[in-house]
C-alpha cells in the first residue's frame, strides 16, 4: 500500500467586504474584495498511485465523483502535465456547502499544490493559480495563500498584510445560489472601486447581503443574532456569517450562546494560508 501523505489542510475565506462595481460584457460580474483565509477548514490526505486513477473517499453526497473539484482539479494537473500517476484522496468535510466560505474552491487548490509536490510535477505558483482559475473565480486566492484584495472576477489579486482577529462564524444551516444572487434584479452593482481598500474599513460592505437578507430569513436570523455581540456581516454571497472579535476569549463568549438551530466555528484570520506552511514538508 502507498504510504499516505496527510493532514493538507484546505482553510476556509471570509469576504471582508464584497463589492459589485459593475456588469461585464462577458455578462460575469466586475468585483472588488478582500479575502482573508482562516486557521479552520476541511483536511484531505493523500496517498499517490502507479495507476492514473483518482478515487475520492467519501464520496460528496448529491455530487458525481468526476464532477467534484478535488477530481477535477487532480484530472486537470495529469492533462497539463502528462503525469501518468494517480491517487487516493481521503476528504475531511467541515465546511458547509454553499456557504460562501470557498470550501469547494479551497479543496481544489488543495489538491492542486498538494498533487504538485506529491507526483513531482514543479510547477509554479501562476501555473497552479492559472489552473486553479479554470475551475473557479476563487481557487487561485487559495493557491496563492494569502490575504488579498481581488479585482476583476476574483481572479486578480494583490496580497495584503492585514489585521488577524478571531471570529465567530455561523452557518445557518441554508445554501444560497450564487447564481440566484448575481441574476436577482435588486442586486446592487454600481459601487464605485476604492482606492487601497484594505485601509478603508469604515467603507467595506457586501452587496449582496440586502437581496440574500431578502430572500434567505435564516440569514436574516443569524445575522440579526451574531451582531448583538460584535460587527458582523455576510461573506461571499451566503449563506454563512461572521463576527469580528478581539481576542479568541469573547469568540468562544459568544459561541457559547449560539442557539441550537445554528451550526458555528470560532477561528483566526490569516495573513498567510497554513496551505503554504504544509508545503515545506509534504
Not at 22 to 45: A, S
Request: glycine share 10%; hydrophobic share 40%.
Amino acid at each position: 500500500m502507498p504510504t499516505p501523505s496527510r493532514n493538507w489542510p484546505a482553510p476556509a475565506k471570509l469576504n471582508l467586504f464584497l463589492h459589485i462595481n459593475g456588469r461585464r460584457g462577458d455578462g460575469y460580474h466586475e468585483l472588488q474584495t478582500l479575502f482573508q483565509i482562516l486557521d479552520y477548514g476541511d483536511t484531505l490526505h493523500f496517498s499517490v498511485t502507479d495507476d492514473a486513477e483518482v478515487s475520492l473517499l467519501p464520496a460528496v453526497e448529491g455530487i458525481a465523483n468526476e464532477d467534484n473539484l478535488i477530481v477535477r482539479a487532480a484530472r486537470l494537473l495529469q492533462r497539463h502535465t502528462g503525469c501518468t500517476l494517480g491517487a487516493t484522496i481521503e476528504l475531511e468535510k467541515r465546511l458547509p456547502m454553499g456557504g460562501g466560505l470557498g470550501g469547494g474552491s479551497s479543496d481544489a487548490a488543495t489538491t492542486l499544490v498538494a498533487l504538485n509536490a506529491l507526483w513531482k510535477l514543479n510547477l509554479d505558483e501562476d501555473t497552479l493559480a492559472a489552473l486553479g482559475l479554470s475551475l473557479g473565480a476563487d481557487v487561485p486566492v487559495f493557491v496563492r495563500g494569502r490575504a488579498a484584495v481581488a479585482d476583476g472576477v476574483g481572479e486578480k489579486l494583490r496580497p495584503v498584510e492585514i489585521d488577524e482577529p478571531w471570529y465567530l462564524v455561523i452557518a445557518p444551516g441554508v445554501e444560497v445560489a450564487t447564481a440566484e444572487i448575481f441574476g436577482h434584479p435588486n442586486l446592487i452593482r454600481n459601487t464605485p472601486k476604492l482606492a487601497q481598500p484594505e485601509l478603508r474599513p469604515s467603507q467595506w460592505h457586501n452587496d449582496c447581503t440586502p437581496v440574500v437578507l431578502q430572500t434567505h430569513g435564516q440569514v436574516a436570523n443569524a445575522l440579526g443574532w451574531l451582531i448583538q455581540y460584535a460587527p458582523s456581516q455576510m461573506t461571499g454571497t451566503g449563506s454563512c456569517v461572521f463576527g469580528t472579535f478581539s481576542t479568541r476569549e469573547e469568540a468562544l463568549n459568544a459561541y457559547a450562546e449560539l442557539p441550537n438551530e445554528w451550526q458555528g466555528f470560532v477561528a483566526r484570520g490569516c495573513n498567510r494560508s497554513p496551505l503554504l506552511e504544509r508545503c515545506q514538508h509534504p
